[in-house]
């Protein structure tokens, strides 16, 4: 019986190979070293495994974020986004940089307005347009705004090579555009 063990790039993923099986260390399951889609199942099973996890920690992160800072993690980005936008958004434009449902950002924007951070206005040449603005108080919170990622996150990230870091960003968005309603 034939067993061998390789590293994946710096990322510190193993794959164990025992004659013509590998197993990933990130899950449980081993699959047969072969690129038939009979594996597919488990293969997505144990994607959509890692993915609960990533979710699980960034609403852990929104928690804390929350509990120490009075700011969501959803609600920081589109703090964010409003602050270091150009000209004022408006909720579609937010929307769009946030990589959120318009009608997400329109509840969040509604919270931020109450609690005195945000203000909207109507466009002078076209008063359907609703323009987002920091009020002070914004302003002060988008200068002093935690960091939205733990810092050990960033700083193991940034320890990737380039590379890595590229191919890492295009594949979570490969997944995003998988699982989204357009696929198919």
């Known amino acids: 019986m034939h067993v061998s063990s390789t590293e994946s790039l710096s990322r510190g993923i193993r794959f164990c190979t025992l004659e013509g099986f590998r197993r990933s260390s990130l899950g449980t399951r081993w699959f047969r070293d072969t690129d038939d889609m009979e594996q597919a199942p488990d293969l997505a099973h144990e994607l959509l495994e890692t993915l609960r996890g990533i979710s699980r920690r960034l609403e852990e992160q929104s928690k804390r974020l929350s509990k ?3 700011l969501t993690l959803p609600q920081l980005m589109c703090l964010e986004a409003i602050g270091a936008a150009e000209e004022p958004p408006t909720l579609a434009t937010l929307a769009d940089l946030v990589k959120l449902s318009s009608a997400t950002v ?37 200068e002093a705004h935690p ?16 590379v890595e870091r590229d191919q890492l960003v295009a594949s979570l968005r490969q997944i995003a555009d998988l699982m989204g309603p357009e696929a198919g």
């Open 106 to 142: 329109s509840r969040i924007v509604e919270r931020l307005v109450r609690a005195g951070l945000v203000d909207r206005s109507r466009g002078i040449v076209d008063r359907r347009h609703v323009r987002l603005t920091l009020t002070s108080a914004g302003q002060e919170r988008y």
């Open 147 to 162: 960091a939205p990622l733990q810092a050990e996150f960033l700083q193991r990230l940034r320890a990737l090579p380039a």
């Open 68 to 70: 120490e800072h009075g």
